[in-house]
C-alpha cells in the first residue's frame, strides 16, 4: 500500500471516529428538546372551563342586583305586548323592545295562564301557557330545561352588549350562563310536572322572530303558582 493511500485510509478512519463521536453526543446531550404542544387557549376541556368561569364571573355580580330587578320591574304584561307585536312587529319593537343592528327584538313580559301541558321528553323542555282569551288568546311555550334555546335573557334588558367582551365566545357564555340560572332560579327546585294544570304567573324574555308562526318561547327567571 502507497503512502498517499494510506493517509487517505486514515483521514477516512479518523473523519468517521469523529462523526460517530459527535452523534452520540448530540444522542446524550441534544442542542433541543421535543415537547408536546400544550392544549390552546380557547381549545377543548380547558377552554370550555374557562369560558364557563369568565361567564360566572361577568353574571354574579349582576344576575341578582340588575338582571333579575329590572325583568321584574319592566316586564310588560302578554296580554298588552302581544297583540301589538302582531300588529305592529317594528312600532313595537321600537317601544318596548332591544336588539342589536337588524337582529329581531327581544322583550321582558310577564303574564299568568293555565298550564296545558308539561314536555319533559326533550332535553329542551318546555311548559305550554294559554294566556289571555278571545282575539288577546296567546299560546306561549316557557322553557325548562336542561337545554335552553337563544339569547333573548341576555339581549331583553340592555344590560350586557357586545362591546363588553373580547370575543363571541366569551358573549355566548354570558347568555348561556344566564339561561341557566334562570331556568334554576324560575323552577326553584320544584319539578316541572308539579306546574301541569295550574295557574302561574311568569316573568321572563323572548326574542320574537316575524317569520315564525310557532308559540313565542319564553326563558322564565320568576315562576309562581296563582292560588
Not at 330545561?145 to 367582551?165: C, E, K, M, S
Request: proline share 6%.
Amino acid at each position: 500500500m502507497t503512502r498517499i493511500a494510506l493517509a487517505s485510509r486514515t483521514r477516512t478512519t479518523i473523519s468517521a471516529l469523529v462523526g460517530f463521536a459527535i452523534i452520540v453526543f448530540l444522542c446524550l446531550r441534544p442542542p433541543f428538546v421535543i415537547k408536546p404542544l400544550q392544549p390552546a387557549a380557547n381549545s377543548g376541556t380547558a377552554a370550555g372551563a374557562d369560558t364557563t368561569s369568565d361567564a360566572n364571573s361577568f353574571v354574579e355580580p349582576i344576575w341578582k342586583s340588575k338582571v333579575i330587578p329590572t325583568i321584574l320591574a319592566k316586564a310588560v304584561d302578554a296580554v298588552v305586548l302581544l297583540p301589538e307585536i302582531r300588529a305592529d312587529p317594528e312600532a313595537a319593537g321600537q317601544k318596548y323592545g332591544q336588539r342589536e343592528a337588524t337582529n329581531p327584538f327581544n322583550y321582558m313580559i310577564k303574564g299568568s295562564g293555565k298550564v296545558t301541558q308539561v314536555n319533559t321528553e326533550s332535553r329542551a323542555g318546555t311548559m305550554t301557557v294559554e294566556v289571555g282569551n278571545g282575539s288577546n288568546h296567546e299560546t306561549i311555550n316557557l322553557q325548562i330545561g336542561p337545554v335552553v334555546i337563544g339569547t333573548a335573557l341576555r339581549d331583553a334588558t340592555g344590560l350586557v352588549n357586545f362591546n363588553q367582551f373580547t370575543n363571541q365566545i366569551d358573549y355566548a357564555g354570558v347568555s348561556k350562563e344566564m339561561n341557566l340560572r334562570a331556568i334554576k332560579d324560575a323552577l326553584a327546585g320544584n319539578a316541572p310536572a308539579s306546574f301541569a294544570g295550574k295557574t302561574i304567573q311568569f316573568f321572563g324574555a323572548f326574542t320574537f322572530d316575524p317569520k315564525s308562526n310557532s308559540p313565542i318561547r319564553v326563558t322564565p327567571v320568576k315562576l309562581e303558582i296563582e292560588h
